[in-house]
């Protein structure tokens, strides 16, 4: 008996540091008016991170109709360090597969994906990081697009969907 319990106690402990690898340090979001995210939009969001030797994870998330959205979203990210220096990415999201097709998850009426921005980053400072995102398309306005999610995780990066 106290050997099944000790082999119970162990593939339980095992399983809840495989489940906890990869948790959500932060997370912000904004819901955007009349599902349009509007070209020189530029979201702000601040995180105050104190541990600078975890590993931290980026992903994006979008939630999206998907008959108005666009087949990608090109943003920007730049992190802003407390004492003042930048790291910037230019990326786009795909939305939608080559042929059309909405990618995510579907609920009734709206399309919900998360991609990756960054992997395996350090925040080598403790303070507040001011993370902002910019709509970075060519012409027009993103149509489609209510709601814009950040996660912050931190841990191990799996592909899982979230």
């Known amino acids: 008996m ?8 162990s593939f339980s402990i095992l399983f809840l540091l495989y489940s906890c690898s990869n948790q959500s340090a932060y997370e912000f979001s904004h819901d955007f008016s009349g599902e349009n995210w509007q070209k020189f939009d530029t979201l702000k969001f601040i995180a105050n991170i104190n541990d600078g030797k975890s590993e931290y994870h980026i992903l994006i998330g979008f939630d999206y109709s998907g ?9 920007g990210l730049t992190i802003i360090s407390p004492s003042g220096s930048e790291r910037y990415i230019a990326k786009k999201i795909w939305l939608k597969t080559l042929e059309g097709v909405p990618k995510g998850i579907k609920s009734e009426t709206m399309y919900s994906l998360y991609a990756p921005l960054l992997r395996q980053v350090y925040f080598n400072e403790s303070g ?3 993370i902002l ?5 060519d012409k027009y306005d993103t149509q489609g697009v209510s709601r814009l999610t950040l996660k912050i995780l931190s841990g191990k990066f799996e592909e899982k969907p979230l």
């Not at 008959?67 to 943003?75: E, G, I």
């Open 67 to 75: 008959t108005k959205a666009p087949t990608n979203v090109p943003l």
């Open 133 to 137: 995102i910019d709509n970075q398309s």
């Open 2 to 9: 106290i050997k099944k319990t000790g082999l119970f106690l």
């Open 128 to 130: 507040s990081y001011n």
